[in-house]
């Protein structure tokens, strides 16, 4: 159980959060523990190596392009979204006009009022489950942008 102690400090003394006095504890006992001094020492060689990697600066044609980019998403995003919001607004209503008019007609058979209700709400209801497992999977399958079927 130790030694899991001084792992934690092997963190926070790499991340550069340990106070002095863990400093100093952890720096003790790695004199007498050679597989925290070997992952110390591999710690810091990492740390050296990545301290010598720079990120490549972009030029202004790409930062552009990138934004340019952004924007034509953001855009089209919304504008899929409105269309959809709109014709779903519109095919349900459509759909109580529809119900309305069919319930209300006398002449109609009870058996084919209640047929037809039941096909409506049978294909909304799997209309939003459908549209509710899309949303729910585009928001946490963190393979869908990679996989094209």
């Not at 990120?55 to 990138?66: F, H, N, V």
């Not at 953001?74 to 759909?95: D, M, N, Q």
């Not at 006009?97 to 909304?124: H, P, Q, Y």
């Amino acid at each position: 159980m130790r030694h899991e102690h001084y792992k934690h400090l092997l963190l926070r003394v790499v991340d550069g959060v340990a106070s002095d006095a863990e400093r100093a504890e952890f720096e003790a006992y790695v004199r007498s523990c050679d597989e925290c001094r070997r992952e110390f020492g591999e710690f810091k060689n990492l740390e050296e190596l990545m301290s010598t990697v720079k990120l490549k600066d972009l030029s202004e044609d790409a930062r552009t392009a990138y934004w340019h980019a952004f924007y034509n998403r953001l855009e089209r995003g919304t504008g899929w979204i409105l269309l959809s919001l709109g014709a779903i607004l519109l095919l349900g209503f459509g759909g109580f006009m529809l119900i309305r008019e069919f319930v209300i007609n006398s002449t109609v058979s009870i058996i084919l009022k209640v047929g037809v209700c039941a096909v409506l709400g049978g294909f909304v209801i799997l209309l939003v489950s459908v549209l509710k497992e899309r949303l729910f999977v585009r928001k946490y399958d963190k393979y869908s942008k990679e996989v094209k079927l």
